[in-house]
């Protein structure tokens, strides 16, 4: 593939799951996209819509029924589990709406956590004070998930997730439990990575408030993208 400004590239991919052991069901039908580079992509789309199941694809979480995707320079439909699983270690970052933090871990050592699981060969002290610094909470390093407010737990999350340098940060629903207030706050980290680090952020959000603030957005309805 040659270079472009895309950081995915999506060609006709369907995902067909078997139902009663015969029928497949089709939850993403046909889907033709470009998710550009250093920008914020939002996904949306009611429950059921396939916006999901498009976001483990994407991620290289699971592999389509039919149709090409190329993350960066690799096309992830050609490749083995085993690579798969190397790409999403050094590539990729997730945010889920259940943030996860380990209790017994205080905010730094849940990011250096993060460095240790993806082999990260630079200066781990120095990229975990930085991280925490991005998401403003450079002087809560080392508390403990239970004395952060849900705000605070999402933000240690997001330094996480971003700490070994991924190209591309997924994040699902990542401001489905907070108030608007902190969700808005969020967002602005989520645009500053975009803009300092050259990341690639895709979320999902069924909140419209927030769409305004994406780049990009793509609307998910039964498995298809429209509008």
């Not at 889907?31 to 996904?43: Q, S």
């Not at 990011?111 to 991005?134: I, P, Q």
């Amino acid at each position: 593939m040659t270079e472009t400004k895309s950081m995915i590239v999506v060609q006709n991919v369907s995902r067909g799951f078997e139902v009663g052991g015969e029928d497949l069901f089709w939850a993403l039908k046909h889907i033709n996209m470009e998710i550009p580079k250093g920008k914020l992509t939002i996904l949306k789309g009611r429950s059921g819509s396939g916006k999901t199941t498009l976001m483990n694809i994407l991620s290289a979480l699971d592999q389509p029924t039919e149709g090409m995707i190329w993350l960066g320079e690799h096309e992830i439909t050609k490749m083995s589990e085993g690579q798969r699983t190397y790409l999403r270690r050094k590539e990729v970052g997730y945010i889920f709406q259940s943030v996860a933090l380990i209790p017994m871990m205080t905010a730094y050592e849940n990011v250096e956590f993060s460095l240790r699981l993806a082999g990260y060969d630079g200066n781990w002290k120095e990229r975990v004070t930085k991280c925490l610094h991005m998401v403003g909470l450079g002087a809560r390093m080392q508390h403990m998930p239970q004395e952060l407010s849900g705000g605070e737990q999402q933000r240690v999350a997001i330094a996480r997730a971003v700490a070994h340098q991924p190209a591309v940060l997924f994040a699902d629903e990542p401001t489905a439990e907070l108030d608007t207030n902190t969700g808005l706050q969020v967002m602005k980290i989520f645009k500053d990575l975009c803009r300092d680090e050259g990341v690639t952020v895709i979320m999902t959000t069924h909140d419209t408030g927030l769409m305004e603030i994406g780049d990009q957005v793509y609307e998910l309805e039964d498995g298809e993208i429209i509008g």
